[in-house]
């Protein structure tokens, strides 16, 4: 049971999905989950590629990734053509037996599993080495900045602040805040002329 070697690419045939994928040793393999259909990359496919044989599998591939690849289905074959590359027209892929699709099935589910297991210790890896190369006085004031209001009065607080706007008292200095005044205010006199 050879394990996928991806890259994984989805390939849309109709109505179905397929995943088409590589193994190592140069098969190339598309599966809708219940069937597999196998092709070998090693030589040419049977309906003439041109290319040299060693160019066949890098081509296919970089076609794969570009969306530039077209899969068709046949009772018991298929055929993946790389749209953009007249000189390699299609692979031809064979339906694999029962016994074998699913064996390569299993595989195809445990080798992306693994492939999703190793993804995540990379980025919790990568996590921590960013984690790590910041100051502990900076991670901490960035952790505590995340829940906690912005205690520093000079900022301007955006129009939706959950901090309710604080009123003004009557008397009070709109220049100096806090500063009472002990006259009451009596307002600008217009007619004093």
Known sequence: MAEPAGPF??????????????????????????????????????FGCRCPPEEHGAMLRAALGRGAAELSLGPSSATLRMLEEPRCPAVALAQLPAAEARSQLQALVFGMAGCIETLERRLEAAV?????????????????????????????????????????????????????SKKASSGVNFEDS
């Not at 190339?28 to 597999?36: I, L, Q």
């Not at 205690?151 to 955006?158: C, D, E, G, Q």
């Not at 009123?167 to 009070?172: A, Q």
């Open 128 to 180: 921590e080495t960013l984690a790590s190369s910041c100051s502990p006085q900076k991670n901490t004031a960035q952790s505590q900045q995340l829940f906690l209001p912005d205690p520093s009065p000079r900022k301007n607080r955006a129009a939706g602040s959950a901090l309710p706007a604080k009123r003004k008292v009557p008397g009070e200095s709109l220049i100096n805040p806090g500063f009472k």
């Open 9 to 46: 690419h989805v390939l849309r045939a109709g109505p179905g999905r397929f995943l088409c994928y590589c193994r190592p040793g140069g098969a190339v393999c598309v599966t809708d989950a219940m069937e597999v259909w196998a092709g070998d990359l090693g030589g040419c496919p049977a």
